[in-house]
T-cell receptor, first 110, second 117 residues
Framework: GQNIDQPTEMTATEGAIVQINCTYQ??????LFWYQQHAGEAPTFLSYNVLDGLEEKGRFSSFLSRSKGYSYLLLKELQMKDSASYLC???????????FGPGTRLSVLP | DGGITQSPKYLFRKEGQNVTLSCEQN?????MYWYRQDPGQGLRLIYYSQIVNDFQKGDIAEGYSVSREKKESFPLTVTSAQKNPTAFYLCASIPSPARGAAGQPQHFGDGTRLSIL
């Protein structure tokens, strides 16, 4: 079976840094994606990791350790508009299928 | 501009009725997907299609049906057999691996919110 875990909710303060973790046990692995989803809207792509290490993209960074089945999304200089759900998704070996985690709902407080 | 269009944005279903959700893309993508999202939950795969005239069941296909007669279109029918259809439905697409899709994220439509009358 496929299993992806994320914390259900997190709260942080405007201007701070927050780390959202994702652990996975899947039958294959061909990359890990992070998406942001505002309530009632479609997910939008944030980052992609397929090799171990850190990928940085402006205020957002994502880290992957394949041996540990672990990733995190790091958000710096938090803004109110960052209040959203963050979804972790693993692309399976067949390349065309994805398994999504339950999402982490982040609330940014003033 | 290329993208994925889902319609309608809101849909109401009466008991015993089948309803069809539309998904059209002009991205020339090969693979298309339907997901269901319940409040506070992640995305669960209903059906996916990698090429025209072929589709595969996902994790929660019971009570749903699809067709893929054209590359651009992947409609989802929610049948009366689906007893709890109230959810947010998302359609997505991606190029095939042969077209350099490795690392390409899925593109999503804006979703259809389905409720029971």
């Amino acid at each position: 079976g496929q299993n992806i875990d994320q914390p259900t909710e997190m709260t942080a303060t405007e201007g701070a840094i927050v780390q959202i973790n994702c652990t996975y046990q899947t039958s294959g692995f061909n990359g890990l994606f992070w998406y942001q989803q505002h309530a009632g809207e479609a997910p939008t792509f944030l980052s992609y990791n397929v090799l171990d290490g850190l990928e940085e993209k402006g205020r957002f960074s994502s880290f992957l350790s394949r041996s540990k089945g672990y990733s995190y999304l790091l958000l710096k200089e938090l803004q109110m508009k960052d209040s959203a759900s963050y979804l972790c998704a693993v692309r399976l070996f067949n390349g065309q299928n994805f398994v999504f985690g339950p999402g982490t709902r982040l609330s940014v407080l003033p | 501009d290329g993208g994925i269009t889902q319609s309608p944005k809101y849909l109401f279903r009466k008991e015993g009725q089948n309803v069809t959700l539309s998904c059209e893309q002009n991205l020339n993508h090969d693979a298309m997907y339907w997901y269901r999202q319940d409040p506070g939950q992640g995305l669960r795969l209903i059906y996916y299609s990698q090429i025209v005239n072929d589709f595969q069941k996902g994790d929660i296909a019971e009570g749903y049906s699809v067709s893929r007669e054209k590359k651009e279109s992947f409609p989802l029918t929610v049948t009366s057999a689906q007893k709890n259809p109230t959810a947010f439905y998302l359609c997505a697409s991606i190029p095939s691996p042969a077209r350099g899709a490795a690392g390409q994220p899925q593109h999503f439509g804006d979703g259809t919110r389905l409720s029971i009358l």
